[in-house]
């Protein structure tokens, strides 16, 4: 695994900051109306994210999501801009205004979504391991899904597959200990996710998903594991949000004091916690982070409101082949 130094945990600081403050813009957007549909946030589990970034190979190795996912792709080199005016409907955006909150695409950064359906990505990350083996390249792909789509037929068609194909994917239940509002005891006898992967015979384990050195050392050795051929690997990261399901969320079903018990291990705070005990940085200078982060978020707030709206002929151009069909009353060009 690459070594984790002082310059690293200051990386993992600015750009978990960065991922928080983006998800805390997106809900004051969106209770603004100046983003509509719904909005799933990422606050509490950035270390999964971070811990895979470290151990991946950025611009070779691949990710796919769910609907959770706003941040996966700025963390793969996505400029962050894209994104918020993917997130508010306008023409710069990743998909062009086209595809909102969830379906964040990035293709020249390696990331594939962004799904919306639950358990959608599952196969379509199989998939794309599966073309990689056949084609003989070396990379890796990795799947996150929630744990609410472990219920799903697809995830254990998926997992069968990979198993039976020895491909090189990693599935990545981000438990966060809800679907929706349903605790993961109300809805399976097997609270230990990891364990369904003993039944297809593939590399499964645990992870505590609040902290990221344990996630990037357990990614790795993952990663390894598929690059020697050994195939697929199913990592559960025990974690935790912050915000509800999505904006509608109550959150009736968790009390407050166990929201504030979760708090106490915020990732951040432990990277930032780390940074100042082993004088990686000072105060001072993480203040600066603080404030250069602050700075992008409006950069890209502004850009996504300056943003204009796609154009309405785009609905033609995004759902038919471009031919001369005599319903269209338009040219398309």
């Known amino acids: ?15 978990m900051l960065l991922w928080r403050k983006f998800e805390d813009k997106l809900a004051a957007a969106y209770i603004q109306q100046k983003i509509r549909g719904f909005l799933h946030l990422y606050n509490g589990q950035e270390a999964i994210l971070a811990g895979c970034l470290h151990a991946i190979e950025i611009g ?24 918020m005016a993917e997130l508010y409907g306008k023409a710069t955006g990743t998909s062009g205004g086209l595809g909102g909150s969830m379906h ?11 799904h919306g359906i639950v358990g959608g990505q599952i196969p379509l990350g199989t998939g794309i391991s599966f073309g990689d083996k056949y084609f ?6 990795l799947c996150f899904m929630g744990e609410g789509a472990v219920r799903q037929g697809s995830f254990h068609e998926s997992i069968n597959l990979a198993a039976l194909w020895k491909l090189p994917v990693i599935y990545i239940i981000e438990n966060n200990g809800y679907a929706m509002g349903t605790s993961v005891s109300r809805s399976t006898t097997q609270i230990e996710l990891w364990k369904h992967g003993d039944s297809y015979g593939i590399h499964s384990l645990s992870v505590d998903g609040m902290n990221i050195v ?4 357990s990614i790795d050795k993952c990663i390894s594991h598929a690059r020697k051929g050994n195939g697929p690997s199913l990592v559960e990261a025990k974690t935790y949000r912050y915000r509800g399901h999505s904006m509608s969320d109550a959150q ?5 004091e166990e929201v504030e018990e979760y708090r106490k291990i915020d990732p951040i705070s432990q990277v930032k916690n780390t940074i100042l005990k082993n004088k990686y940085a000072t105060e001072a200078k993480l203040k600066k982070i603080d404030d250069k982060v602050k700075k992008k978020i409006k950069e890209c707030e502004e850009f996504a409101e300056s943003s204009p709206f796609p154009d309405i002929s785009l609905l033609y151009d995004s759902v038919y082949e471009q031919k001369d069909y005599p319903f269209i009353k338009h040219k398309i060009d």
């Open 60 to 83: 070779k190795d691949r990710m796919i999501s769910s609907y959770r996912s706003h941040v996966h792709s700025i963390g793969l080199g996505e400029d962050p801009k894209y994104v």
């Open 214 to 217: 344990k996630v990037a050392e």
């Open 1 to 15: 695994m690459k070594q984790i130094t002082g310059k690293t945990y200051i990386n993992w600081y600015e750009g």
């Open 104 to 114: 964040i695409f990035s293709k020249k950064h390696n990331f594939f979504g962004g």
């Open 136 to 141: 003989k390249r070396d990379n890796v792909t």
């Open 252 to 256: 009736q079903y968790r009390t407050k």
